[in-house]
């Protein structure tokens, strides 16, 4: 699969942990971005790593980091967890930095108890 | 305020009859994707057209980027087509940040 990999792919933690989410963008991609989707709803923009450098966040709580390593993999560590951060996350690569077309990862499902 | 709208919210056909879902967004967008979400969860990238009319299979999407506007169409709809379907597009020159809207849920019926 040359796909976007994304893991795990369900995960399921009590209030007050901790979690790492990692992607794997395609192959040549050096842009990462991403997503929440909370219940079906629409999807959320979080942040975004560009050569490994951050170039822009949203809705990114304070007690999630997001790195982005030489191989432009990126990880996601939450720690903290509240009931609310229960959700799907995903991520997208593209070629280039705000000029591409995101192709998405098959994303996490966390579920928060 | 909400920056991308998409209608009907939901949408019940039965197989074979053709599907029109509609966007529109507030500000003028410098890229626009259609995405389909199976029901499980993935997302798949439908089309990535910023303007013009771009066409894969029974899908035809057409973006009037003037009018802020695009509209996907399924022709010949099958119950395999049912799911939600979703616009994003990102507003400002230069950013990847994608806007989505809230999706239209779409049931084929046999």
């Known amino acids: 699969d040359s796909g976007v990999v994304q893991s795990p792919r369900h995960i399921i933690k009590e209030k007050g942990g901790r979690s790492v989410l990692t992607c794997i963008p395609i192959s040549g991609h050096s842009n990462v971005v991403w997503y929440q989707q909370t219940l079906g709803k629409e999807l959320k923009f979080l942040i975004q790593?560009?050569?490994?450098?951050?170039?822009d966040k949203g809705f990114l709580p304070s007690r999630f980091s997001v790195q982005q390593f030489d191989d432009y993999h990126s990880e996601m560590n939450m720690s903290a967890l509240e009931l609310e951060d229960s959700a799907m996350y995903f991520c997208a690569s593209s070629l280039d930095w705000g000029v591409a077309e995101q192709f998405f990862g098959p994303g996490t499902r966390l579920t928060v108890l | 305020g909400q920056q991308v709208q998409q209608s009907p919210a939901s949408l019940v056909l039965q197989e074979g009859e053709n599907a029109e879902l509609q966007c529109n967004f507030s500000s003028t967008a410098t890229r626009l994707q259609w995405f389909y979400q199976h029901p499980g969860g993935r997302l798949v990238s439908l089309f990535y057209?910023?303007?013009g009319t771009k066409h894969t299979g029974r899908l035809t999407s057409t973006t009037v980027t003037n009018e802020r506007r695009s509209s996907l169409h399924i022709s010949s709809s099958q119950t395999t087509d049912s799911g939600t379907y979703f616009c994003a597009m990102v507003h400002t020159e230069g950013a990847d940040r994608l806007t989505f809207g809230k999706g239209t849920q779409l049931i084929i019926q046999p």
């Open positions: 057209n910023p303007s």
């Open positions: 790593h560009y050569e490994k450098v951050e170039r």
